[in-house]
């Protein structure tokens, strides 16, 4: 119930803040706008100021004139606002039969179309701008005071950039380094082929290049480095596990198993892979608290959890002034936008598979109920980073999209003439057929992974 209950309230969100931009833009523009819809398919229950509330649908030959009636439909996986005089998802042509009017899409000027088709993505780019801005400005930032890279594991891209665990980093590029955040703002944002890299090993200082694109490949694929000291952290429990018998919860902190001091989750893996069908003793911290338990792993060596690690080191806190926040949020949505962007290049090179960098309605689900769970700063961010992939993905040159129709209106408007509505209408078709089998896949693929 958590899941729909989160679900419903993240895409409700986010549908209304994108739907309402076009709505918004169109009335600017003097647009008679039709339908403002949260949902798709048949209307559940809408209002107008001919009608006022009512369920069901309207009759079909219902005509408001400009009387926008403001719905809710069946299945809440988008929304749309239906706007007089354009070819769109509803397929309505029957505007075609006559003359442009003024208060339509099509007689508008070129500039007035492109902002009207432009203003969902550009409203979702705001909320996740004031997002950030909220967190910078009233929050701030969590600094981690260190520059000791933690325990690299094996073939990872950071050891083959030639990093080892444990190592200092002192340098980069000659800028001395004071926190994590340099560390990772430094390998990042620098523009060089190759990022030079100084570091003390075991006592010694030594230098080292790093290469551009092995950089970049390890940050889009989730891991690159991360800072030390470090203890578990359980990421998720599964239901009906040694793990959720015990009392064991998300959140929880690992810090012995059997007397043995635990710095990473490799550790984890390995001592209770090792301990088959054996009661172990595991201390854990759960907030201020510090908990023990006993469980058997039984005879495949596994209590049902998902670990990470989790910076447990010394950190402060960095405030921003109000543009200070502002200009650090933009400074975010660049970074995200250009891993976003590097995420979608491996997969169409297959790099990356598709189902390891979409989720669906499952996975927009979990994650809303489990950030929230966390705190509302949690949620927010998790916000942001959902409006942010809306208006990267709903800005692409794609059928059916807002960067399709950008394309459509961009070359009518260099002709000077509107494409064949045959044309338009069979564009839409693929695109629309394309979304959905798109669509069908992606939570085909949520549910094989639950």
């Known amino acids: 119930m958590d899941y729909i209950i989160y679900f419903i309230i993240t895409v409700g969100i986010l549908v209304f803040v994108h739907e309402f931009g076009h709505f918004a833009a169109a009335k600017m523009c003097k647009i008679r706008v039709d339908a403002f819809a949260i949902g798709f398919g048949k ?41 007089a005089g354009m070819v769109d998802e509803s397929m309505d042509t029957k505007f075609m039969e006559s003359e442009p009017q003024p208060w ?21 780019l705001l ?38 665990s444990y190592d200092k980093i002192i340098s980069i590029d000659g800028i001395p380094t004071k926190d994590w955040d340099e560390i990772i703002d430094n390998l990042l944002v620098s523009s060089k082929a190759n990022v030079t890299v100084q570091v003390e090993r075991d006592g010694i200082e030594q230098k080292f290049d790093v290469s551009r694109n092995l950089i970049t490949e390890g940050s889009q694929n989730g891991f690159f480095l991360f800072p030390y000291p470090t203890q578990p952290f359980i990421q998720d429990v599964m239901s009906d596990s040694p793990a959720e018998d015990a009392g064991i919860k998300p959140g929880d902190i690992f810090i012995s198993i059997d007397g043995s ?32 338990v006993m469980i058997n792993p039984g ?42 962007f590097g995420m979608l290049k491996n997969v169409i090179t ?35 980073m959902l409006s942010l992939s809306l208006a990267i993905i709903n800005i ?47 939570i085909y693929s949520d549910i094989i992974s639950l």
């Open 127 to 164: 909320l996740t701008v004031s997002i950030f801005w909220g967190i910078n400005f009233f929050q701030g930032k969590q600094v981690f005071k260190s520059t000791t890279i933690s325990k690299i594991e094996e073939n990872s891209f950071a050891s083959k950039a030639g990093f080892k």
């Open 350 to 384: 297959g790099k990356i598979a598709f189902n390891q960098a979409f989720g669906g309605p499952v996975k927009i689900a979990q994650y809303a109920a489990r950030s929230a769970d966390t705190g509302i700063s949690s949620f927010l961010f998790f916000l942001a």
């Open 104 to 124: 339509e899409f099509r007689s508008k000027p070129t500039y007035q179309k492109l902002f009207v088709i432009t203003a969902g993505v550009l409203m979702n």
């Open 43 to 83: 209307r559940i229950c809408g209002y107008n100021k001919i009608d006022g509330f009512s369920w069901g649908d309207l009759p079909k030959d219902w005509d408001g004139k400009g009387n926008t009636d403001y719905r809710l439909c069946i299945f809440p996986l988008g929304g749309y606002v239906k706007v």
């Open 261 to 292: 001091e635990l710095k990473d989750r490799e550790q984890v893996v390995q001592l209770i892979s090792s301990n088959k069908e054996k009661n172990i003793e595991i201390i854990f911290l759960r907030g201020e608290d510090t908990l023990k």
């Open 396 to 442: 692409l040159p794609f059928p059916a999209l807002d960067g399709g129709h950008f394309i459509i209106i961009l070359i009518e408007g260099i002709f000077r003439r509107e494409l064949p509505l045959k044309v338009k209408i069979a564009i839409q078709n693929a695109g629309f057929v394309l979304l959905l089998a798109l669509m069908a896949f992606i």
């Open 299 to 340: 005879i495949e060596g596994k209590i049902g959890i998902a670990v990470t690690d989790a910076y447990t080191g010394e950190f402060e806190f960095k405030t921003y002034g109000f543009f200070g926040a502002l200009t650090h949020s933009i400074d975010n949505i660049g970074q995200y936008t250009i891993l976003t």
